[in-house]
């Protein structure tokens, strides 16, 4: 069985980089969440909005001009100082805040702060002169809320794909904050504890991009230009060709596109496989000399993973030119011609 999929681009703003960040950001936060209410740690949820009037909301742009504010001033970071002033005590540790927007692409804030049952209204406005804020106590009916809520995936506005990828922080720690469960979870096993796998996490691999430079729409379109390709036995091949198009083409000489599993599109060799190596030993076909008939594609299944894993396909790496475009001249082909195939089989 041969796995197809295109390049992920780790980033929030890229639509399935976006989910598995955000799973294991959820998975993370529900165990920094838990280890709190197990120790009777009193938490809130802040959020903290903007008024839209000194951004001119009527004219084109000010959804953009609010996030370059916020972040040239810094607001967020001025605003656990200044309740650090206020408590007259750091903060380290004990908070994680989430960029969001809302519909139309308006930015505000969601906090979550350990360790504080209260604090007064007066004082939070005091420290937020930008709009208003809501607050929440953290209890255990909404622990699990609260995670599942801070760390969901998408809603962002178009103009922040043109910003430097670098410039577009969606979360941020405080540091140390997760030192509590990762110091729980050393004492509880002793060993270095095993990267968790869903189907989520299973999208990303070492070739999976990390953007460093450029802007995040540059970053997500670079991505998309690179495929995966896998196979039973472990083999790898990164091909510049779009996932849709080597898919096509894979079709047409002779495999089959069975289903998908964890982001991947799963694509059976083991058909084209039997009928390849019939023809090199026998010639042409006639419909009663089907592989079929006579049980080889039961015997290539029974194969997969093996000889019939579809490696000459993963082969396929070793005659692109990294970073070209993939040439049309070594896209598979069907190796038998058209008049040659049984009909039933004939992928044309």
Same mark, same amino acid.
């Given at each position: 069985?041969?796995?197809?999929?295109?390049?992920?681009?780790?980033?929030?703003?890229?639509?399935?980089?976006?989910?598995?960040?955000?799973?294991?950001?959820?998975?993370?936060?529900?165990?920094?969440?838990?280890?709190?209410?197990?120790?009777? !740690? $009193?938490? %809130?949820?802040? =959020? #903290?909005?903007?008024?839209?009037?000194?951004?001119?909301?009527?004219?084109? &742009? +000010?959804?953009?001009?609010?996030?370059?504010?916020?972040?040239?001033?810094?607001?967020?970071?001025?605003?656990?100082?200044?309740? !650090? $002033?206020? %408590?007259?005590? =750091? #903060?380290?540790?004990?908070?994680?805040?989430?960029?969001?927007?809302?519909? &139309? +692409?308006?930015?505000?804030?969601?906090?979550?702060?350990?360790?504080?049952?209260?604090?007064?209204?007066?004082?939070?406005?005091?420290?937020?002169?930008?709009?208003?804020?809501?607050?929440?106590?953290?209890?255990?009916?909404?622990?699990?809320?609260?995670?599942?809520?801070?760390?969901?995936?998408?809603?962002?506005?178009?103009?922040?794909?043109?910003?430097?990828?670098?410039?577009?922080?969606?979360?941020?720690?405080?540091?140390?904050?997760?030192?509590?469960?990762?110091?729980?979870?050393?004492?509880?096993?002793?060993?270095?504890?095993?990267?968790?796998?869903?189907?989520?996490?299973?999208?990303?691999?070492?070739?999976?991009?990390?953007?460093?430079?450029?802007?995040?729409?540059?970053?997500?379109?670079?991505?998309?230009?690179?495929?995966?390709?896998?196979?039973?036995?472990?083999?790898?091949?990164?091909?510049?060709?779009?996932?849709?198009?080597?898919?096509?083409?894979?079709?047409?000489?002779?495999?089959?596109?069975?289903?998908?599993?964890?982001?991947?599109?799963?694509?059976?060799?083991?058909?084209?496989?039997?009928?390849?190596?019939?023809?090199?030993?026998?010639?042409?076909?006639?419909?009663?000399?089907?592989?079929?008939?006579?049980?080889?594609?039961?015997?290539?299944?029974?194969?997969?993973?093996?000889?019939?894993?579809?490696?000459?396909?993963?082969?396929?790496?070793?005659?692109?030119?990294?970073?070209?475009?993939?040439?049309?001249?070594?896209?598979?082909?069907?190796?038998?011609?058209?008049?040659?195939?049984?009909?039933?089989?004939?992928?044309?």
């Amino acid at each position: 069985m041969i796995r197809i999929r295109r390049q992920i681009c780790m980033s929030h703003l890229d639509p399935i980089g976006g989910r598995v960040l955000a799973s294991r950001a959820s998975k993370r936060l529900g165990r920094r969440l838990s280890h709190a209410r197990t120790h009777r !740690e $009193s938490g %809130l949820f802040l =959020s #903290l909005t903007y008024d839209r009037q000194p951004y001119e909301p009527t004219v084109p &742009g +000010g959804q953009e001009r609010l996030w370059d504010t916020a972040q040239s001033e810094k607001h967020c970071p001025s605003f656990v100082e200044g309740l !650090e $002033s206020y %408590l007259g005590r =750091s #903060l380290k540790g004990q908070w994680i805040r989430k960029a969001e927007f809302q519909h &139309g +692409g308006w930015l505000h804030y969601h906090i979550i702060l350990l360790g504080l049952d209260f604090i007064p209204h007066a004082a939070l406005k005091m420290c937020w002169p930008h709009g208003h804020i809501f607050v929440k106590r953290i209890n255990t009916k909404v622990a699990g809320y609260m995670a599942k809520y801070q760390a969901k995936a998408g809603g962002y506005p178009d103009f922040l794909y043109d910003k430097p990828v670098r410039s577009v922080k969606i979360w941020g720690t405080s540091p140390g904050f997760w030192s509590p469960i990762e110091d729980f979870e050393r004492k509880v096993s002793n060993i270095k504890r095993p990267r968790e796998k869903d189907s989520l996490d299973e999208l990303m691999d070492a070739y999976d991009l990390i953007p460093e430079r450029g802007t995040n729409r540059e970053a997500i379109d670079e991505a998309s230009k690179w495929t995966h390709v896998s196979d039973d036995n472990g083999n790898v091949a990164k091909l510049r060709v779009d996932s849709g198009t080597l898919i096509t083409l894979l079709h047409s000489s002779g495999c089959e596109v069975v289903g998908n599993a964890y982001g991947a599109v799963l694509v059976d060799a083991t058909l084209q496989d039997a009928i390849v190596a019939k023809y090199h030993t026998t010639g042409a076909y006639t419909q009663s000399q089907r592989p079929e008939d006579s049980g080889e594609v039961g015997s290539a299944h029974a194969e997969s993973g093996r000889e019939a894993a579809g490696l000459h396909l993963i082969g396929l790496q070793d005659r692109i030119s990294s970073g070209e475009d993939m040439p049309e001249t070594v896209m598979p082909k069907c190796p038998i011609p058209r008049d040659d195939w049984p009909d039933e089989a004939a992928p044309f």
